[in-house]
């Protein structure tokens, strides 16, 4: 049975070479047939040359090559359509995704017939900072209560049999989450569970900026809960409205009007802010809209070397 790893890789010159001879040497030690797929997503330094060096002097390595810089998103389905593997699996690009690891998921998957995915989830996260893990915590929650999928200690490392890679390449949206989807398209699925190792090499390619990017992407495209909550608040504050407005006629009639402006500015203030909170959500999902109706593909390649 033929294993097909995908390895999105942006940036990594530093340990590139390492990460190629690791994954290679392991998985040959353990007599798996397997085709190694590394996406160059529009790195600036030598991470291209030194993978396309490689699918060159190896048959099982194909480098593919974008444009440009098109995510990590992009990277995973451009993998999963050049992988011509009975199974796939999707990993990092810097070992801390353990490649022992994944040849225990090729072993669990290969000899129990049923079983369509294992995913490999963190039993722990290694050494990240404190507010990594309250934030990388909240937004779990977030998307376990909006899409009632529970991605806590999840991560991209998964291998599929070709049965559900299928699926998930026959789906038309350009705007992907392929980690909340490879759960979502509910095949049955096995866990193991890895330490996640210290980085080897360089730095990792996510700031606060991107990270906070990724999880509002990763909210909107696979959910329309934020939408629902809008709605929710336009009745709270309809209620609330109707009440104060109920008070304000009666202390009226009462000869008891309201008095003074603090009130009213403070009204005005936070119905202003709801308002438009409510239309930043709305205009988001706009855009969501506008870009998927372009058609314009999720990705462009400009080379590939090793594909056959």
């Given at each position: 049975?033929?294993?097909?790893?995908?390895?999105?890789?942006?940036?990594e010159e530093?340990g590139?070479q390492?990460t190629i001879d690791t994954i290679?040497?392991?998985?040959?030690?353990?007599?798996?047939?397997?085709?190694?797929?590394?996406?160059?997503?529009?790195?600036?330094?030598r991470?291209?040359?030194?993978i396309?060096?490689n699918?060159?002097e190896?048959?099982?390595?194909v480098?593919?090559?974008?444009?440009?810089?098109?995510?990590?998103?992009?990277?995973?389905?451009?993998?999963?359509?050049?992988a011509s593997?009975?199974?796939?699996?999707?990993m990092?690009?810097?070992?801390q995704?353990p490649p022992?690891?994944?040849?225990?998921?090729y072993?669990?998957?290969?000899h129990n017939?049923?079983i369509?995915?294992?995913?490999?989830r963190k039993s722990?996260r290694?050494?990240?900072?404190?507010a990594?893990?309250?934030?990388?915590?909240?937004?779990?929650k977030i998307?376990?209560?909006?899409?009632k999928?529970?991605?806590?200690?999840?991560?991209?490392?998964?291998?599929m049999?070709?049965?559900v890679?299928d699926?998930?390449?026959?789906?038309?949206?350009?705007?992907t989450?392929?980690r909340?989807?490879?759960s979502?398209?509910?095949?049955?699925t096995?866990y193991?569970?890895?330490d996640?190792p210290?980085?080897?090499?360089?730095?990792?390619k996510?700031?606060l900026k991107?990270?906070?990017?990724?999880?509002?992407?990763?909210?909107?495209?696979?959910?329309?809960?934020?939408?629902?909550i809008?709605?929710?608040?336009g009745?709270?504050?309809?209620?609330f409205?109707?009440?104060?407005?109920v008070?304000?006629l009666?202390?009226y009639?009462?000869?008891r009007a309201?008095?003074?402006?603090?009130?009213?500015?403070l009204?005005i203030?936070?119905l202003?802010?709801?308002?438009?909170?409510?239309?930043?959500?709305?205009?988001y999902?706009?855009?969501?809209?506008?870009?998927?109706v372009?058609?314009?593909?999720?990705?462009?390649?400009?080379?590939?070397?090793?594909?056959?």
């Amino acid at each position: 049975m033929l294993l097909s790893v995908v390895i999105p890789a942006y940036n990594e010159e530093a340990g590139i070479q390492t990460t190629i001879d690791t994954i290679d040497a392991v998985l040959n030690q353990n007599g798996i047939q397997n085709e190694l797929i590394f996406i160059d997503d529009g790195s600036s330094d030598r991470t291209w040359e030194i993978i396309s060096a490689n699918a060159q002097e190896r048959d099982n390595i194909v480098a593919v090559k974008f444009s440009r810089n098109f995510g990590k998103e992009a990277a995973i389905f451009a993998g999963l359509k050049t992988a011509s593997g009975d199974c796939v699996a999707v990993m990092d690009s810097d070992l801390q995704h353990p490649p022992e690891t994944l040849v225990e998921m090729y072993k669990l998957l290969a000899h129990n017939e049923g079983i369509d995915v294992v995913e490999a989830r963190k039993s722990s996260r290694g050494k990240e900072s404190f507010a990594y893990k309250i934030s990388a915590g909240l937004f779990y929650k977030i998307l376990r209560g909006m899409s009632k999928i529970d991605l806590e200690n999840a991560s991209d490392f998964k291998l599929m049999s070709r049965k559900v890679v299928d699926e998930l390449l026959s789906m038309p949206e350009r705007q992907t989450f392929f980690r909340a989807m490879s759960s979502w398209v509910g095949f049955h699925t096995e866990y193991v569970y890895f330490d996640v190792p210290e980085r080897q090499f360089g730095k990792t390619k996510w700031s606060l900026k991107s990270l906070v990017r990724y999880a509002v992407n990763s909210i909107t495209s696979f959910t329309s809960l934020p939408l629902q909550i809008v709605t929710v608040i336009g009745i709270i504050f309809m209620i609330f409205a109707l009440i104060v407005g109920v008070q304000t006629l009666v202390r009226y009639l009462m000869g008891r009007a309201v008095e003074g402006f603090t009130t009213v500015i403070l009204l005005i203030l936070l119905l202003g802010g709801c308002v438009l909170l409510s239309l930043g959500v709305i205009g988001y999902y706009i855009a969501k809209i506008y870009e998927e109706v372009k058609h314009r593909p999720q990705y462009i390649i400009g080379d590939i070397v090793g594909k056959k």
